[in-house]
């Protein structure tokens, strides 16, 4: 993974690897050679993208139908991983769920459910797969945060404080791993046009673009944080110049409407 011309080698897992950003980022290492593990909750999807991946690239696709905001999916899915036998060279955190609406007016099964899979899940998996990378002093853990994850957002709460856990941990292993072989990277992208967001929202950019910026971020040795887009100088005013108090005041009357209506 050092210079752009040299392709990729071995298994990648994907979470949520069938749709949007997820799917755009499994092309992109298809293409580049590598094979794949891909997971989420619907399998028709994963086994559809699968077959479409081998037919276009000829990669090694395996499926694996989990809900990952069940406590015993991560561990599922690393005793399938030993049991098959399969070495991981990269972990692509990226499945994520959002939840709309002020926390009064929230399930709170649902909230916890989105805690599970942003948060859990990814930590655990890192936690579960980093090691045997390290082992082998190469590998790549890329973690999908969002510019979310940079201020306090009402009525997108609990997603934003789970990206910004995101944010907080990647930075944080990656320079536990620094100096390990391992590249450890956040990326985190603005609003995208995905089935996650159908919001009409000036600059919004194209799954395809996230994945560029995914595997620019997994060959370069460069930060624990890659934004890709235009979202620097937002994210710099209000995760770094704001208090979070104003950052909050701003952002709950730029998101009123689109989760109130009013
Ligand atoms: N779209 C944006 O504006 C935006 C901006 C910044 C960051 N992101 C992040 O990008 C990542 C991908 O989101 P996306 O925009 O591409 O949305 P998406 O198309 O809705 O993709 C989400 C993926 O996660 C899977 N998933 C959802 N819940 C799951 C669960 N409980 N267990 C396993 N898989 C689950 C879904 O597949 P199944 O339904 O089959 O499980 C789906 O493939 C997320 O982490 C999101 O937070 C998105």
Known sequence: MKSKKETMQGVAVVTGAATGIGAAITERLAEQGMHLVLVARDGARLEAAAKRLHAEYGAQVSTLALDLSQQSAPARLAKWLTGS???????????????????????????????????????ELTALLLPAMVARGRGAVVNIASTGAYAPAPYVAA?????????????????????????????????????????????????????????????????????????????????????????????????RRAALGH
Do not use: C
Not at 92 to 99: F, I, R, T
């Open 85 to 123: 036998g399969t070495e991981v060279d990269v972990l692509v955190n990226n499945a994520g769920a959002s939840l709309m609406g002020p926390v009064a007016n929230s399930d709170p099964a649902r909230l916890r459910g989105l805690v599970n899979l942003n948060v859990g899940a990814m930590a």
């Open 159 to 255: 997603y934003a404080a789970s990206k910004a856990f995101v944010l907080s941990f990647t930075q944080a292993v990656w320079a536990e791993t620094k100096a390990t072989g391992v590249r450890v990277v956040a990326v985190s992208p603005g609003p995208t046009d995905t089935a996650m967001n159908t919001r009409h929202i000036p600059g919004k950019r194209e799954p395809g673009s996230v994945a560029d910026t995914v595997m620019s971020a997994l060959r370069s040795r460069g930060p624990a944080v890659v934004d890709g887009g235009l979202n620097g100088f937002q994210t710099f005013v209000f995760g770094r110049l704001l208090p979070a108090s104003l950052a909050a005041r701003i952002a709950e009357r730029s998101l």
